[in-house]
């Protein structure tokens, strides 16, 4: 499975972005994963985002980034999204889109979980 992610870009702060990460390949069993945003400042441990069940859309979110980030997904096009408001400069990351393939009944935080990895994508927040 290769993942995709995209959307990056500069944002002032208040404002929003939409990431996305479209997955390929072997997803012939798509429906069993989860899918998650990790994201990694400079200097700093890559930390979770959030998560989301493919076949339920059933979502989990780190405490940083509730109700501000709306994670969603798309089965038929096999894409994730990550809609981000009210952003901060303390969001500034590169984000990462993360596949588990055993992810059907758990929303996992752990990047270890995590088996398929995007090459991630660039938020930057201005002040």
């Known amino acids: 499975v290769q993942l995709q992610a995209s959307g990056g870009g500069l944002v002032q702060a208040g404002g929003s972005a939409r990431l996305s990460c479209a997955a390929s390949?072997?997803?012939?069993?798509?429906?069993?994963?989860?899918m998650a945003w990790f994201r990694q400042a400079p200097g700093l441990e890559r930390e979770f985002v959030a998560a989301i069940t493919v076949s339920s859309g059933r979502e989990y979110y780190a405490d940083s980034v509730k109700g501000r980030f709306i994670i969603s997904r798309n089965y038929a096009n096999k894409t994730m999204y990550l809609e981000m408001n009210g952003l901060k400069p303390e969001d500034t990351a590169k984000y990462y889109c993360?596949?588990?393939?055993?992810?059907?009944?758990?929303?996992?935080?752990?990047?270890?979980?995590?088996?398929?990895w995007g090459r991630g994508t660039l938020v930057t927040v201005s002040s």
């Open positions: 390949g072997r997803t012939i069993t798509f429906s069993r994963y989860s």
């Open positions: 993360a596949a588990d393939s055993e992810g059907e009944y758990r929303l996992a935080t752990m990047r270890r979980k995590y088996e398929y």
